[in-house]
């Protein structure tokens, strides 16, 4: 038994504990709600983390993003995320793409190489994108919905996209696949409706979105806790446990 991930181990098997380390796992946007999947996917055992953001770290990322202190600000995200895996889990396999997703780059990745794919990004392309790129895979994603302006970590839920309500980036998403013909994916969303921010922009389309250090990092926890469920063949402890890409059952 490895002493470091002894405690999982108690809770999944050591062949669970195998399939981990052998497990190939990405992560879309290293942000306030990607931080901290990626956080929790090296504490797990996660043998091999793929890193993709365009960003570097900024002074108001400090208030949610689990690598922004002080010391990191002007560092490229996903370089950050990489020394605080490497000092979690020093055998972890890490890469790094200091990449802008869009469909205009979408070519540059492989996907098919994935065990399991984390969308922790904000623009809507890009996650539609990659939602679709998934499907026609095979390759099994989940998708973080809107929590920004929110509150209440309590009122996340996981659901089929085809499931969700009150949340209008899940509404956004929803049509754009059904358009697509995108049958079923996995998402955190909330139901909460989004608080208006204390301080308004003369120009609303400038307006900063309101964060706070609860909210994304929770639905980045349930998003790895998934993804740790799946690879491990653990137990679904709900319905939407069972949510994914029609194409490629569990």
Not at 5 to 19: I, K, V
Not at 41 to 64: K, P, T, V
Not at 101 to 111: F, G, R
Not at 129 to 138: D, I, K, M, N
Request: proline content about 4%; charged content about 20%; hydrophobic content about 40%.
């Amino acid at each position: 038994m490895n002493e470091q991930f002894s405690r999982t181990e108690l809770m999944f098997g050591a062949e669970a504990m195998t399939r981990l380390k052998a497990a190939k796992v990405a992560v879309f946007g290293i942000g306030g709600v990607g931080g901290y999947a990626v956080e929790a996917l090296a504490r797990s055992g996660i043998g091999s983390i793929h890193l993709f953001d365009y960003d570097q770290i900024e002074l108001s990322n400090i208030n949610r993003q689990l690598h922004a202190t002080h010391a990191t600000i002007g560092e490229d995200k996903v370089l950050a995320a990489a020394k605080r895996i490497s000092l979690i889990n020093p055998d972890a396999a890490i890469s790094c793409h200091k990449l802008y997703y869009l469909p205009e780059t979408a070519d540059e990745i492989d996907l098919s190489q994935y065990d399991y794919i984390i969308d922790a990004m904000d623009t809507v392309t890009a996650k539609i994108e990659l939602a679709v790129r998934a499907a026609s895979l095979g390759v099994w994603l989940i998708s973080s919905m809107g929590a920004g302006n929110k509150v209440e970590a309590a009122k996340l839920e996981l659901a089929d996209i085809y499931e969700t309500s009150v949340c209008p980036l899940a509404k956004v998403i929803r049509r754009e696949l059904r358009k697509r013909g995108v049958k079923a994916l996995k998402v955190v969303y909330s139901k909460e409706e989004a608080i208006t921010p204390k301080l308004l922009s003369p120009d609303s389309r400038h307006q900063p979105i309101g964060s706070n250090a609860f909210v994304p990092a929770t639905a980045g926890l349930i998003m790895a806790g998934e993804v740790v469920k799946h690879i491990t063949s653990f137990p679904a402890s709900s319905p939407s446990s069972d949510l994914g890409n029609p194409d490629n059952p569990q």
